[in-house]
């Protein structure tokens, strides 16, 4: 796998102006900030993936959060539904350390690169179906780059799942028909890679208790075991 390749792609990735609404937003987001991070200077661009070029596991999001990624410029970074993933992931052996805070804070993945259908943060946390659409390019390529040595991959919640089996499907892995429907714990194969479902680490989710750390560490746990990664902590 040529890592520079993957730079190139997350490189034009942040220079990407194709959906109209995501691209106001964004910046306007930038612009305004939050009272709390007034004395930021928001990323407000596209977020691309974060990890190895030569990732065994993928684990796909939904999309940026206004103040999260897109005021950081990192995959699930400064907010909260990034604190309860990468704790996870410190937690079973596959991150430096448990928090994600800034792009600068040298936080390392193992052999886990995380991405996202949708590479701007949208209003509501709500992409509508055509910039979707529209983004899946940029999945289907980093698919393509990864698949040397991906071998299991998991997506988080509903709206990426239905996003990310069409970006698999076109990067080379057969998905059957119909295509498998999402569930919390659901397990398919795809022709040499492990693809696993999980609920979104979204605070709904995680403050009603729809989703628990061990539950996420339980994927997670399964999700390293098929991609041969090892794992520490439990």
Known sequence: MDASSLAVLDERIADCRACPRLVAWREEVARTKRAAFADWTYWG??????????ARLLVVGLA??????????????????GDVLYEALYDVGLASQPTS???DDGLELYGVRVTSPVHCAPPANRPTPGERDTCRPWLVQ?????????????????????????????AGWSVT???PAF????????????????????????????????????????????AELPTHRS
């Open 177 to 179: 028909r119909p295509r």
């Open 101 to 103: 805070v800034t792009a």
């Open 64 to 81: 940026p959060a206004a103040h999260g990624g897109n005021r950081t410029g990192r995959m699930f970074t400064g907010d909260r539904s």
């Open 45 to 54: 661009r596209p977020v691309p993936g974060f990890g190895p070029a030569d």
């Open 142 to 170: 980093e698919l393509r780059l990864l698949r040397p040595t991906l071998r299991a991959a998991v997506v988080l919640g509903a709206f990426g799942w239905q996003a990310a089996l069409p970006a698999f499907d076109a």
């Open 183 to 226: 569930a919390h714990g659901t397990r398919v194969s795809l022709d040499g890679l492990e693809l696993f479902g999980c609920f979104h680490v979204s605070q709904r989710n995680t403050f009603t208790g729809k989703l628990t750390p061990a539950m996420l560490r339980e994927v997670l746990t399964s999700a390293a075991a098929a």
